[in-house]
């Protein structure tokens, strides 16, 4: 998904286009490793729409709005509910993995390179998806979240709205102000000219 993304084709952004790897990454892994059938992986997308839901409706998922940690952290708790749901875990269980997953990426800025989409997302996506499924054989395992998932969503929600403008997908901040992001950014420039 997000090679297709970076190639400027045409995806299903879930939840957004920086972050579209981690939900198909988990299932399709998933799916590979557990032999589930497309039935059950629709149940699961059903299940991360419904994390999704209740998290852009709470909070925010996109990175212009709370940094990175809305964009790959709303994507991790999602696919982290639903590999609970796959696996035949309980609501509270699914719940838990939310919690455990969003809490691992609370801070986390969005700072795309050349402001695009590929540097560091890309990577992000990759350890988006084993946070999801660590974060769901732990809820799995009886690991709870001390902080219940829904104040979670209100702490991201909180440290998103501080978060400074330069860190939020603006390409003002953090990597893409690296000297090796703006000789990128040049070269972006240069191609584009």
């Known amino acids: 998904m997000s090679e297709v993304n970076a190639s400027m084709g045409r995806i299903v952004a879930t939840p957004t ?5 981690i939900l198909p990454g988990v299932l399709v892994s998933a799916q590979e490793r557990y032999g589930f059938t497309d039935e059950t992986a629709t149940m699961a997308l059903f299940a991360a729409g419904a994390i999704g839901y209740v998290i852009a409706n709470n909070s925010f998922v996109s990175g ?7 964009e790959i952290g709303s994507a991790i708790a999602m696919a982290a509910g639903a590999m609970v749901e796959l696996r035949g875990g309980t609501p509270a269980q699914a719940a838990h993995a ?3 997953a969003l809490k691992n990426t609370l801070g986390l800025i969005c700072d795309p390179v050349g402001g695009l989409v590929e540097i560091p997302c890309i ?13 769901a054989d732990m809820a799995l395992a009886g690991v709870r979240s ?12 909180e440290v998103g ?11 003002k901040g953090g990597l893409a102000q690296t000297p090796t992001g703006k000789k990128i950014l040049q070269q972006i420039k240069g191609r584009a000219d």
């Open 123 to 135: 990577v992000r996506n990759g350890f988006g998806a084993v946070t999801a499924l660590a974060a």
């Open 161 to 171: 709205s501080a978060m400074p403008e330069a860190h939020r997908e603006t390409a």
């Open 64 to 70: 212009a709005e709370g940094g990175c940690q809305a």
């Open 146 to 157: 001390v902080i219940p998932s829904d104040e979670v969503i209100q702490v991201m929600l």
């Open 98 to 100: 939310v919690g455990l």
């Open 17 to 21: 286009a920086g972050s579209c790897g």
